[in-house]
């Protein structure tokens, strides 16, 4: 099995920032991509970040200027830097990895989420 933790979540003020962690631990050969959705209320799961293991990376437009994503493959852990923060960004923020176990097996995994509310 393969288990994502996460942290950094909180309450910040509109334009503060937060830095959020996901870090990947279990049957992990190699990890393929990781990255960031996000979840209001009454809204659907949004694609926010993702990064592969290579370095490429892909944002929503919303996000765009404001989030960095970024990842530290030796340590199986992404991370998310949210600048200029909006009270729109409030949501339960999720990790998500994919890549192959140690049984060669293919995996896709989400972490338990974190609440980010941007309000003065």
């Known amino acids: 099995q393969v288990q994502l933790v996460e942290s950094g979540g909180g309450l910040v003020q509109p334009g503060g920032s937060l830095r959020l962690s996901c870090a990947a631990s279990?049957?992990?050969?190699?990890?393929?991509?990781m990255g960031w959705y996000r979840q209001a209320p009454g809204k659907e799961r949004e694609l926010v970040a993702a990064i592969t293991s290579g370095g490429s990376t892909n944002y929503a437009d919303s996000v765009k200027g404001r989030f960095t994503i970024s990842r530290d493959n030796a340590k199986n852990t992404v991370y998310l830097q949210m600048n200029s923060l909006k009270p729109e960004d409030t949501a339960v923020y999720y990790c998500?990895?994919?890549?192959?176990?140690?049984?060669?097996?293919?995996?896709?995994?989400w972490g338990q989420g974190t609440q980010v509310t941007v309000s003065s």
């Open positions: 279990g049957s992990i050969f190699s990890i393929n991509a």
């Open positions: 998500n990895a994919e890549g192959l176990t140690t049984y060669f097996g293919e995996f896709d995994y």
